[in-house]
């Protein structure tokens, strides 16, 4: 085992080059596919920690403040064998404003205000509230990036402005993730919640958290939490109905949400971006195992000497192989071993992400399994590599490799011969070497694609989707101007502001639909008027305009079993009625199990409250600021908000996302450039020493020779680069879809800016050129008089 050791030892000493860059990449690869792979493995297991610790609901219910509610669903909650505990915790639903003390921005978000100073036993704080009072105030810990311990936020609800002194940061698995809530669920002392509530009558709105729990029974027999949070809605909703017939001015809005589907919702975010680093991670072994598959032929062709003399002594083709094994496995393994560690390390840090995106602080251990994992894949991949690369042991006799494997004349056509060429000597040597070795350059043209598709792909994300209306676009939301909370009076008089071109009221809520023997409970939005929506992504057909008309998101199109032109049935205990699926959208909203309707048709199969959202849009020329002054001078107590300033707090995140990723593409891919090339033009220089040394002797400069050295493999370069931007838009698109695949998308627009085009050919052949260059100054010491004498 030690002769393998040794000669092993002695080839990683001739080739240490070739093996650092392998090393390096190995390293590499193994920490973002170590810590990509932990986040898809335990983003799930960091809600279920926070789950755990804040003892949370597994059915949460969030409705407007009645006390015939709230017994009615005691009643329901008590009289399931599947459920337990019952507890109510008031809140107020803030239509509000913050903005850290000091900056003049004000940024409209909604926050949910409750009071720490009252005892809850589920969903409750996940920090310790002892000993707080005043103006202190705990948030959740999305915000602790922008606000600090003891920094202050000032919320606004109307006129109205409070200073909250953040004292701790709260994390709660339900409005953790911008992309579930859109509210900010905060603990104030209980002076503060009542001079809240005193001094905002319209701006804040008394409301509950119903939470109940399922069984141990429930648990053993695996009961779907989906479907018994449905269960219960139905129930509770067949009372509503019943209700608000009998008193329609007490109608509330309602929303149930089971813990499992807030869940996945909430872990969309950072999947997809973990995702896409685990996809460009595995790119990067891609590229590993190409250049040492290079490295390795390289190796053999200019040792064949050495081979056939250890043949000769009774080494074996599997004895070479087993030490060409032992080599790889060696610098693999030591690469893979510390990119793992060093990803064990920084995982805490790298954790940043997971509360970015997710809204939770990273809380998981090192994944011993994910590290097992990472580790023996690698090392099984470089086995197999190891295996077909000694094949080319075997191809070899002994004869052949004592005459260093050249048997005779290749006959290959010279298809540059310099008698002929018009090119310069430098550019006739570098298409010799592409085209009469092109076999060899394939190893370069692909790594140079797939390193150009990556680069323009991630390029091209941000050109599509790196702005707000990008990114509303792709998620398939509608777009508005403003928006407010209000009756039909309230719309009616706001549609006559001097900078209102139209508004609309909307509400959501719950409904099970059914077609044939397939139920579903999908969320229902339903506008007053639909000719007035901006946005949105239809797929076929149209937004519905009359009162038998449904549109179905993808998802819940396909969970149907629907089509344009089917009809499905909306069914409870106050009605059944039909509607007509007049079209399919895609939308990121509810995983894409939307349902979209008229007011007047949701209004025959329920009873609609008198206050809804209602949403403006604004005539050319007019800004958000015109149309809050002419609001305010009407509705002082009452709170507009701005849906782009509101918007920009989840689609920021988003956007940040894709331009941080763009950026970190872009930036290994300089890295993966200068290592390949200087591998290559350190290869080729080993390789050329001896005519170099020649050239110089005939009076070439060293100048001349190293812009040959520069320009050597560049036309392989060039020909990849090409490749890649042809192949990029076609397969950016297809990966955009696939990446967006959970929300049922089918279609999504991508586009690459001329720029990014630009930018990604100069950055990959730039970085060659400059790597060749600055590798090539070895050339300067060369002395041809030294080489005669060594001679």
């Known amino acids: 085992m030690y002769r393998y050791f040794f000669i092993a030892k002695n080839n990683i000493k001739k080739q240490r080059s070739d093996m650092i860059t392998f090393f390096i990449l190995s390293m590499l690869a193994a920490l973002f596919i170590f810590i990509s792979a932990s986040f898809l493995a335990d983003t799930g297991k960091v809600v279920d920690t926070n789950m755990e610790k804040i003892n949370a609901a597994d059915i949460l219910m969030i409705a407007d403040y009645n006390e015939d509610l709230l017994s009615k669903a005691e009643e329901i909650i008590k009289g399931n064998v599947y459920l337990k505990n019952f507890e109510v915790e008031d809140y107020l639903y803030c239509n509000s404003k913050y903005r850290a003390k000091g900056s003049k921005t004000w940024i409209d978000y909604p926050f949910n205000l409750s009071s720490y100073e009252r005892k809850a036993e589920i969903q409750t704080l996940s920090c310790d509230a002892t000993g707080l009072s005043g103006n202190e105030a705990i948030i959740p810990i999305s915000l602790s990036t922008s606000f600090k311990i003891g920094s202050v936020l000032q919320l606004k609800i109307g006129d109205n402005i409070y200073d909250m002194k953040v004292a701790g940061y709260n994390e709660d698995n339900i409005y953790c993730s911008p992309m579930n809530m859109g509210t900010y669920k905060t603990y104030i002392s209980e002076k503060l919640y009542q001079d809240v ?104 062709m200019t040792n064949m000497k050495n ?155 941000v050109d599509t989707y790196g702005s707000d209306e990008g990114v509303l676009k792709i998620a398939g939301f509608d777009v508005y101007d403003a928006f407010f909370v209000g009756d039909e009076a309230m719309e009616s008089t706001v549609a006559t502001f001097k900078s209102v071109k139209n508004t609309r009221r909307e509400i959501r809520m719950g409904n099970n639909f059914y077609y044939k023997k397939k139920k579903e409970s999908l969320t229902t939005r339903a506008f007053s008027d639909t000719s007035t929506i901006m946005g949105g992504s239809i797929l076929e057909g149209r937004w519905p305009k009359y009162s038998n008309e449904v549109l179905l998101a993808v998802n819940a199109a396909n969970k149907l079993g629907v089509s344009m032109g089917d009809v499905v049935t909306v069914k409870n205990e106050m009605a059944e009625e039909s509607f007509i699926v007049c079209g399919t959208c895609q939308t990121m909203n509810n995983m894409g199990y939307m349902a979209f309707m008229t007011l007047e048709g949701l209004a025959k199969t329920t009873t609609l409250p008198d206050t809804m959202s209602i949403h403006v849009n604004l005539n050319p020329g007019y800004t958000f600021a015109d149309f809050e002054k002419e609001f305010n001078e009407v509705y002082p107590d009452v709170t507009a908000n701005d849906f782009a300033e509101a918007s920009r707090q989840t689609i920021g995140l988003i956007t940040g996302g894709i331009k941080g990723f763009a950026y970190f593409v872009a930036l290994l891919t300089i890295l993966i450039v200068a290592f390949v090339e200087s591998l290559i033009v350190r290869t080729n220089i080993n390789r050329q020493w001896r005519n170099l040394g020649v050239s110089k002797a005939l009076g070439f400069t060293s100048r001349q020779l190293i812009e040959q ?62 790597t060749a260059a600055f590798m090539g100054r070895r050339i300067k010491n060369l002395d041809p008089v030294k080489m005669i004498t060594e001679e």
């Open 197 to 300: 509530l005193f001094e905002n009558q319209v701006g804040a709105k008394e409301s509950s958290y119903i939470k109940t729990q399922i069984t141990d029974t429930a648990k053993r027999k695996h009961i779907d939490v989906n479907k018994l949070s449905d269960e219960v809605g139905d129930e509770l909703t067949t009372w509503y109905n019943e209700y608000t017939k009998l008193y329609p001015e007490r109608s509330v809005n309602l929303n149930i949400l089971p813990a499992p589907l807030m869940k996945t919702g909430s872990m969309i975010l950072p999947l997809i971006f973990v995702a896409l680093i685990f996809l460009f991670a595995v790119i990067i072994l891609v590229i590993a195992i190409v250049i040492i598959n290079f490295s390795v032929k390289n190796f053999i």
């Open 709 to 770: 050295v520069m320009i050597s493999n560049f036309p392989s370069v060039m020909i990849g680069v090409a490749i890649g931007l042809l192949l990029s838009p076609f397969l950016g698109g297809k990966l955009m879809v696939t990446t967006m695949i959970i929300f049922g998308f089918k279609k999504m627009d991508f586009s690459i800016g001329l720029l990014s085009f630009i930018l990604t050919a100069l950055i990959i052949c730039g970085v060659a050129l400059a």
């Open 307 to 461: 081979t056939a003399i250890m043949e000769a002594s009774g080494y074996t083709v599997k004895e070479l192989v087993f030490i060409l094994l032992f080599q790889l496995l060696l610098v693999a393994g030591l690469g893979s071993a510390l990119g793992i560690l060093l990803g064990a390390l920084l995982i805490d840090k790298i954790g940043i992400l997971i509360l970015i995106t997710l809204g939770l602080a990273w809380n998981q251990p090192v994944n011993i399994p994910v590290v097992l994992l990472v580790f023996l894949s690698i090392v099984l991949l470089v086995t197999l590599l190891t295996i077909l690369l000694g094949r080319e042991y075997s191809r070899i006799s002994v004869l052949s490799a004592l005459r260093g494997g050249v048997n005779t004349h290749n006959f290959k056509k010279n298809l540059f011969a310099f008698d002929k060429s018009s090119f310069s000597i430098p550019v006739t040597l570098a298409l010799k070497d592409t085209f009469g070795k092109f076999r060899n350059q394939l190893g370069v043209i692909f790594i140079m694609m797939i390193l150009t598709i990556s680069t323009i792909v991630a390029f091209g994300m």
